[in-house]
C-alpha cells in the first residue's frame, strides 16, 4: 500500500521568498515520488519526479525536491517565488514498473503576495 | 506535438441524466488513464486501459460508471444515471508503453456539475 500526506491545504509566500511545500510518503517497496502543478482550469503537469539515484532531483521553472528515505518525505523548494508560481501542487507517489499506480496527494494551494 | 485532448471542458446536467466524456491521447501512446478529482483532492484512478484492454478498473463504480476504448486509441467515460456526487473534474492521461506511472501526460479534464 502507498500514500501520500500533505499537510495543510494553502501556503503564502511574498515574491522573491523562499517556497516549501512538505510532502511525505508511506510505502512498502521504494518508491517514485513526483511533483506535479496544476494552474486553474488545466490538467496536471509534471514538475520533477525522483525514481532511483540522485537523491537531489531539478525539475522545471527552477523547482527541485529532495528525497529522504530517513524520514519518508520529499519537500518542494525554491529559492525565489514569483507570482507565475500561484498553483496548486500535488505530490504522488508510485514504485517501479508499468503496472504500477499513482497516488496523490490532496495538494496544496501556493498563493504569492507581490 | 498535441497533447491530450478531452471534451466537452465542462458539462452541467441534471441528476439522474446521464453524460459522457471523451478522450484522444498523445498520438502513439497505449496506456490511457481516466481520474476523477474532487473538489480539494488529488486525483484518484478510476480505470486503465493497455491499447484496448482495461486491465485495472477495480475502482470504478460499475452500477453506473462505464468506460471504453474502441481501437485502441480514443476513449469515453460514461456515467448513467448521475448523481450530486458525481460533480467532479475528470481527468484523462495517458503515456507510452510500458512507462508506467513515472510518464503520465494529463489533459485539462471536464468539469462536470450534477443539479
Known amino acids: 500500500a502507498q500514500s501520500v500526506t500533505q499537510l495543510g491545504s494553502h501556503v503564502s509566500v511574498s515574491e522573491g521568498a523562499l517556497v516549501l511545500l512538505r510532502c511525505n510518503y508511506s510505502?512498502?517497496?521504494?518508491?517514485?515520488l513526483f511533483w506535479y502543478v496544476q494552474y486553474p482550469n488545466q490538467g496536471l503537469q509534471l514538475l520533477l519526479k525522483?525514481?532511483?539515484?540522485?537523491?537531489l532531483v531539478k525539475g522545471i521553472n527552477g523547482f527541485e525536491a529532495e528525497f529522504k528515505k530517513s524520514e519518508t518525505s520529499f519537500h518542494l523548494t525554491k529559492p525565489s517565488a514569483h507570482m507565475s508560481d500561484a498553483a496548486e501542487y500535488f505530490c504522488?507517489?508510485?514504485?517501479?514498473?508499468?503496472?504500477?499506480?499513482?497516488?496523490f496527494g490532496k495538494g496544496i494551494t501556493l498563493s504569492v503576495r507581490p | 506535438e498535441a497533447g491530450v485532448v478531452q471534451s466537452p471542458r465542462y458539462k452541467i446536467i441534471e441528476k439522474k441524466q446521464p453524460v459522457a466524456f471523451w478522450c484522444n491521447p498523445i498520438?502513439?501512446?497505449?496506456?490511457l488513464y481516466w481520474y476523477r478529482q474532487n473538489l480539494g483532492q488529488g486525483p484518484e484512478l478510476l480505470i486503465r486501459y493497455e491499447n484496448e484492454e482495461a486491465v485495472d478498473d477495480s475502482q470504478l463504480p460499475k452500477d453506473r460508471f462505464s468506460a471504453e476504448r474502441l481501437k485502441g486509441v480514443d476513449s469515453t467515460l460514461k456515467i448513467q444515471p448521475a448523481e450530486l456526487g458525481d460533480s467532479a473534474v475528470y481527468l484523462c492521461?495517458?503515456?507510452?508503453?510500458?512507462?508506467?506511472?513515472?510518464?503520465?501526460?494529463f489533459g485539462p479534464g471536464t468539469r462536470l456539475t450534477v443539479t
Open positions: 525522483y525514481t532511483t539515484g540522485a537523491t
Open positions: 498520438s502513439g501512446h497505449n496506456t
Open positions: 504522488a507517489v508510485s514504485h517501479t514498473g508499468a503496472n504500477s499506480k499513482l497516488t
Open positions: 510505502s512498502s517497496v521504494p518508491p517514485y
Open positions: 492521461a495517458s503515456s507510452p508503453i510500458a512507462a508506467g506511472a513515472y510518464e503520465q501526460y
